[in-house]
């Protein structure tokens, strides 16, 4: 079984799949269907990895907005017909360098307990 480091591992890769087309900026963004998928896709593996953390974790680091992180995944595997890719473009433009921070963060503590 996958362990909590791994599922932060598995965020932060996610993230960094993200940044690679992010930085193309949002009209690459609103004009390729494909950097849109593959944002949306990423979200989704960073939401589920979230989702999958252990509760101990989470309840450690509230720093980390874990439930916003569920809840966006939430929207965009069950509600894909109305995900609102302005929302999405601020997330990977806004809130995604922070959360690698944290992640990275959370990722060294751990290490440094072994």
């Known amino acids: 079984m996958r362990g909590d480091r791994e599922k932060m591992h598995d965020m932060l890769e996610a993230i960094e799949r993200i940044e690679r087309y992010a930085s193309q900026g949002r009209e690459a963004f609103e004009q390729n269907e494909l ?22 974790i989470r309840e450690q680091h509230p720093e980390v907005p874990w439930s916003n992180i569920i809840g966006m995944r939430n929207i965009l595997t069950h509600n894909y017909f109305e995900i609102d890719f302005d929302i999405v473009w601020v997330v990977v433009e806004q809130e995604l360098t922070p959360l690698k921070q944290d992640i990275a963060s959370i990722v060294q503590s751990l290490d440094d307990s072994t």
């Open 35 to 56: 950097i849109q998928t593959w944002f949306t896709q990423n979200l989704q593996v960073i939401g589920e990895a979230a989702r999958a953390l252990s509760s101990e």
